[in-house]
Every structure is written in structure tokens, then in C-alpha cells.
């Protein structure tokens, strides 16, 4: 079966400082992945997608940015945060041709 | 673009009752999915229910049913017997069939409550 992680599930960064989030996928190959950011109260956003290793798509311009390195790995990374880059960051997987989208327990992020 | 809209941020229902959410949407895509996540309070997105909008019969999972009108563009979620672990956040997403990358348009939620 498969499974999707992410790390770490809490963090707490000072502004300025760089971001690393990582997902990972087990039990499937080839997978599009998504990272997600939920503001707190509100619906999903999506931020990046990807349909394969170092092709990426954003969706949102901002100070974030994304990376596949391995076909399963899927990085969100920033170098300066901001206060408002505090959220609830998503990963998801997509399974087959249903479109369905399978999602990781999430980041909890706090830039202070 | 498309456009998901939930205009109840808020329900609430007694525990075995059932209860509807009501989610439209606006699309000039004719094959599309739609799907229901259920986000409880350890914040994991869960998958519900889901949609094919080629399909006229209406989708059901256990004491969870849809009730699609693709002319009305419209996509309630309908529990049965509620339990106090249908407590959580649900959003309506659309997926078009076409176009890269599949992605989810979610809607802004509804916090449901199930009270004793």
C-alpha cells in the first residue's frame, strides 16, 4: 500500500531564516505531487505541482519554492521566510487516472 | 478557472441524524471529478467521497451520499446516522479531467459539530 510522509510536523522558524519541508512517497512510482498551504480558518492553496523528477509548476508567486530530486521526494524550501509564510503546509500524491489526491499528516509552521 | 463555493461555514447536528452540506461550483469543463474531504482536528485531509461528472448515479460510501446535479452545478454531501467522529472540517474540491497537472480547486470548508 501506499503511504506519504512529511517532516518535520512542527516548526518554529525566526524571519529571515530558510525553510526546508520534505515529503516523501512510499509504494508507488511516477506519482504527481502537490504541496498545499492552509491559512488558519481557510480552505487549501495549492503552491506547487509536479508531474515528474525536477519538473516543477507554481502556482502562486511568492518567496517559496520547490524541488524533486528523486521521483518520490518532493522538497519545499524557502530562503528568507516571512511572517506570512506561517501555515499549515500539505503534501499530497496523485493516484492513477481518478485524480484522486492522497495527502500527508502536514507541517505545522510558525515564523515568529 | 474554476470556482468552488460551501456557503455554510458552520453546522451543526445531533449525533444519529443526519445532516447535508451543500457545495457548488463554476466550470466551463464538461468531464471533471469532484471530491468531499473530511479534515478532523489532527488536521489530516481525508478522502471521502468522490464524484465522476460522466456518471448520472450518485455516489455513496457507507452513511456518506452525494447528491450530484451537473446542471445545476451543484454538490451536496449527505451523512447519515451522524457520529462524533464526523466532527471535522469538510471541503469540496473540483478536478478537471484536462489540463496539467490535475489539480484540486477547494473550497473554503464547512465546520461541522456532531453534539450529543
Known sequence: S??????????????????????????????????YRQAAGRGLQLLFYSVGIGQISSEVPQNLSASRPQDRQFILSSKKLLLSDSGFYLCAWRRGVINEQFFGPGTRLTVL | AQTVTQSQPEMSVQEAETVTLSCTYDTSENNYYLFWYKQPPSRQMILVIRQEAYKQQNATENRFSVNFQKAAKSFSLKISDSQLGDTAMYFCAFCPVAGGGNKLTFGTGTQLKVEL
Open chain 1, 2 to 35: 501506499q503511504t506519504i510522509h512529511q517532516w518535520p510536523a512542527t516548526l518554529v522558524q525566526p524571519v529571515g531564516s530558510p525553510l526546508s519541508l520534505e515529503c516523501t512517497v512510499e509504494g508507488t512510482s511516477n506519482p504527481n505531487l502537490y504541496w
